[in-house]
């Protein structure tokens, strides 16, 4: 494309020897104004009232969480509703509803930035330490659920001396492969992007307190030529590892499910259908968190409504990929023949947990199609709701994939109904508690954005100038 062509099909835009629109930021950012804007967040000693009160919040839920645990280890998991034949009950479904929130993180870091797409420069450290933090509460489900969480490291190949080594064919020691790959890509991902922007912090850090922490982690960063040639062909090269987990790890989690013969849940869909929630609900969560902390330290000028328009965009077209997996698991259960399917669709609709279902098909379905507005996609205050059905829709999608699979298999004399107790509630509310307190904590003590590559989105324009 011509320069004059783009120009007048994008009026307002700079256009990169490339032929791409590079107004990503507000006009008039600056190398100085980035450093100024992003380092300076963890270097304050004080930090906004509602960061406090944010702070505060998630912290309580924390504790509430750390009180469930411990009374769990003490008297079991028979105080949770779980029973025969529900065995499975909140804390797989929180398990699967944590791992599809890491999804977004790795979807923006490594395949976005395989695929040039520059926007994804604001948000990425948000969705990497979102990534983090999820995977870290998932993990714990499972392990809550063993009854004996203490032996843990039963489900690690271990050279044990007696030779009892785990079941491989069981579907929770894939998990412990899949999830931990995911978490050690991601962990390395994260921190090698954060180096050279710790060593920004660290330059300008005003105690020597301040320099002496950010210049342990920054690992000697000097901004040489040499740095920045290793730094990108490390960063690359694990944008390429982490690219395949994005496919792999909620495979491997869906095939829990498809592996058994429960109706239901024996299904050739369950993979690609379990990703593309995966990154459905990853991005609702990311938008849930980048459009308050956008408010709050008043980074519009940094996160313009192109970036969330994009993400809308996104989350709408995972959305849609979304709903034709519903109604491809409807019209298979018909299709197949099975009573025993066909009863199974006919009880999540009309059965005692018809309600439940209906309100999966409202948040999932119903709601986000409002994304087809601009107006909507470009209003932070609506998308962040759309964002938040869907988040709370997606967790609805994880109940009743789970329960209403269970609570009546092929005889009905076993049938019985789930009831969550208190127990499962506090351990999912303080699961969210200890995700939003590490998040506090990240956005306290680390550049929330990456500075590094922000200022190339501020030199584009220029080199895009250049005869």
Known sequence: MKDAEAKSIIPDSKISPLGY??????????????????????????????????????????????????????????VWGVNIPVAWGFAIVNFVWWVGIAHAGT????????????????INRFTEAMTLFAVSCAGLMPLLHLGRPWVFYWLFPYPETMGV???????????????????????LFWYLGLVPDLATVRDRAP???????????????????????????AYLLLAGLATPLVLSVHSVVSLDFAVAIVPGWHSTIFPPYFV????????????????PVRKVYHLEHLITPRYLNNMANIMLVNGMIVAYGYFIEAFMAYY???????????????????????????????????LWSARIRRNPLTLFIVALFINIGMWIERFVIVVTSLNRDFTPS????????????????GSVGLFLTLLFLFVRLVPMISISETRELVAEPQRANVP
């Open 276 to 291: 593309a929630g995966a990154i459905y609900s990853g991005f609702a969560m990311s938008l849930n968190i980048i459009i």
């Open 21 to 78: 629109p590079t107004n990503l930021l507000e006009p008039g950012q600056t190398y100085e104004s980035v450093n100024r804007t992003i380092a300076e967040i963890p270097l304050r000693l004080s930090a906004p009232k509602s960061w406090w009160i944010g702070a505060i919040i998630a912290f309580l839920l924390l504790m509430m969480f750390l009180f469930a645990i411990a009374w769990l280890f003490i008297k079991g998991i028979g």
């Open 207 to 233: 105690r020597l307190w301040q320099k002496k922490i950010y210049g342990i982690f920054a690992l000697g960063w000097r901004n040489s030529a040499a740095h920045w040639q290793r730094h990108q062909i």
């Open 165 to 187: 080594w785990p079941q491989f064919r069981s579907p929770l020691v894939w998990d412990v492969f899949a999830v931990g790959t995911y978490f050690t890509v991601s962990l």
């Open 107 to 122: 979807f923006i870091s490594a395949i976005l930035l395989l695929l040039f797409q520059h926007w994804r420069t604001a």
């Open 414 to 429: 076993a049938w019985a109904m789930f009831f969550p107790t208190r127990w499962d509630w506090m351990i999912l509310f």
């Open 336 to 370: 197949s023949g099975d009573i025993f399917e066909r009863y199974m669709m006919f009880n999540r609709a009309f059965g005692p947990y018809g309600w439940i279902f209906w309100s999966l098909m409202l948040c999932n379905v119903l709601v986000p199609q409002t």
